[in-house]
């Protein structure tokens, strides 16, 4: 970051998003126009293959190089006991998956997607949101650009999702300083009242400790985000900047792009939505920032399954859209 605010080179690029390229879309849904099938007839695929045009700037679009890229964060707020466990799973997690034994480990391998796991400086929690605020601006913007790093190889599809013990708190506390709300709304049932009302509590305090701050998007993220939902910001602009096309999935992935949103409506238009928790906050919250979840699984798993998931799907308009387009010219 060159300027004397750490955020403002986060707000001139926020400020200047490449446009998507609109004729490549029109030329996908031109392709299945003349396709040998009922009009319409393959329903949100046609939509998802002329969207991935429309950020790849290829048509018939391709997915050669998809990634799932999760990041793994810690946060203060665990210390009031939001969450049962301890905050070593995050660890565990994070070694869970390098031996290839997660869930999004399958989905990888069924889809054929690369992964790549980001440790978020695990021994050096966020602060406790209900009384300081998570990160620096300069940390956070560092982490935002740190998490820029993910499209760095040249993946053409990202699939996000997050690691973190307790960062379902986390989100919940982001997404009601965002959009509103009681935090009960956001924090949803969890494995006992008591760590319910616990979380709930936890929010109740970081939001009225936080006041008037948090009505600025990045001062939020900063506030009572973490290291993971920052970077997956970061990580989200970053693909906007290099024309490619991104999967939200999770609560952690949900709450980062609604940031971006609130600092520009248009900031997600490169993305689509794996899925939101059957909560009726997220469900609302997403309609109001234009996002119509693919899946419907009932997963509430943030470490990247539904982004995994719904790139199934993606490759798969890719291939309906180039293999159409082939049968097309072939008559």
């Not at 006041?211 to 970077?231: C, D, I, Q, S």
């Amino acid at each position: 970051m060159n300027s004397a605010l750490p955020f403002d080179d986060i707000r001139d690029l926020l400020a200047n998003l490449p446009q998507a390229d609109a004729q490549a879309a029109a030329r996908v849904r031109t392709l299945f126009d003349k396709a040998e099938k009922p009009h319409g007839s393959l329903g949100r695929i046609e939509e998802v293959a002329a969207w991935l045009a429309a950020w790849s700037g290829r048509a018939p679009p391709f997915v050669r190089r998809p990634l799932v890229a999760l990041f793994a964060g810690n946060h203060g707020v665990m210390r009031n006991g939001i969450v049962p466990g301890e905050m070593s799973s995050t660890a565990r997690a994070v070694e869970l998956c390098a031996a290839g034994g997660a869930a999004i480990n399958q989905i990888c391998i069924a889809h054929d997607l690369g992964l790549k796991v980001f440790d978020l400086a695990l021994d050096i929690p966020t602060g406790d949101i209900t009384r300081e605020a998570a990160l620096s601006e300069r940390d956070c913007a560092a982490t935002m650009a740190f998490g820029m790093e993910a499209v760095a190889d040249g993946t053409d599809l990202l699939c996000l999702g997050a690691l973190g013990a307790g960062n379902a708190t986390v989100a919940a506390a982001l997404l009601a300083a965002l959009f509103g709300g009681r935090s009960a709304d956001w924090v949803g049932a969890s494995e006992d009242d008591a760590t319910t009302a616990r979380r709930a509590e936890a929010v109740d305090a970081a939001l009225a400790f936080h006041g008037n701050h948090l009505k600025e998007p990045l001062e939020a993220l900063r506030r009572v985000g973490g290291r993971e939902f920052a970077a997956i910001a970061g990580a989200i602009l970053a693909a906007r900047t290099q024309k490619v096309p991104v999967l939200i999935g999770g609560r952690v992935a949900f709450a980062a792009a609604a940031v971006l949103h609130a600092a520009n409506p248009a900031a997600l238009d490169h993305c689509l939505l794996a899925g939101v928790p059957a909560l009726a906050a997220y469900r609302q919250a997403a309609a109001r920032i234009g996002l119509n979840p693919l899946l419907d699984l009932g997963i509430d798993h943030d470490e990247g399954v539904g982004a995994g998931l719904a790139a199934g799907i993606v490759k798969a308009a890719a291939l309906c859209s180039s293999g159409m387009a082939a049968a097309v010219r072939e008559h």
